[in-house]
């Protein structure tokens, strides 16, 4: 069970807008950053968003977030068939002392 | 440009110690401000956080695997290390090593390929 929530799946037509949600408590997302990460099939996660709402440079403004007290959201805009991947949230938590993940989303563009 | 390589045996048996190295090219692994964090993924499963080294030698781990895990770090060869002792089936995982640019308690922002962990006799 983790400590942050995610919804297991998310689906959306190319071209939609799909949010995927990250609930978490005072202890975590209350008082401190959230990242995003993607994981395409087979490969490594890469960094979305840190500090709840910047993007690293070359990630298109298409990947936005949000934070408001315990729950952090991930917007994707103009969903394409490559977007297709595993998305999680991250922050650290004050009370177990540890970087915790949410479960992970997997997104379908149908 | 920075890149992060993972090396270290693909098997490991049970009860034995899980030995791997972070290889850092294109940048220093003295960096001040720079941390260095290692993560696992079990097969079809989520991120877990496994443990984060300075150059300096200060470590800071998960709760649920401290008592098993030690990590070092070599300035000379640009490396950082894991050893995980007592493996059990439940370690089986694509252990992943990354960046935290800010501190241990922040995002990862340059990520190995990762290198598959399988414990089995």
């Known amino acids: 069970q983790s400590v942050l929530t995610q919804p297991p799946s998310v689906s959306a037509a190319p071209g939609r807008k799909v949010t995927i949600s990250c609930s978490g408590s005072d202890s975590n997302i209350g008082n401190n950053y959230v990242s995003w990460y993607q994981q395409l099939p087979g490969a490594a996660p890469k960094l979305l968003i840190f500090d709840d709402n910047k993007r690293p440079s070359g990630i298109p403004d298409r990947f936005s977030g949000s934070k408001s007290g315990t729950s952090a959201t991930l917007d994707i805009t103009g969903l394409q068939t490559g977007d297709e991947a595993d998305y999680y949230c991250?922050?650290?938590?004050?009370?177990?002392?540890?970087?915790?993940f949410g479960g992970g989303t997997k997104l379908a563009v149908l | 440009q920075l890149q992060l390589q993972e090396s270290g045996p693909g098997l490991v048996r049970p009860s034995e110690t899980l030995s791997l190295t972070c290889t850092v090219s294109g940048g220093s692994i003295d960096s001040r401000s720079d941390y260095w964090g290692w993560i696992r993924q079990p097969p079809g499963k989520g991120l877990e956080w496994i443990g984060t080294i300075y150059y300096s030698g200060d470590t800071y781990s998960n709760p649920s695997l401290k008592s098993r895990l030690t990590m070092s770090v070599d300035t000379s060869t640009n490396q950082f290390s894991l050893h995980l002792r007592s493996m059990t089936a439940a370690d089986t995982a694509v252990y992943y090593c990354a960046r935290h640019p800010r501190g241990y308690y922040y995002y990862m922002d340059v990520w190995g390929k990762g290198t598959t962990v399988t414990v089995s006799s």
């Open positions: 991250a922050t650290w938590d004050n009370s177990l002392n540890a970087v915790v």
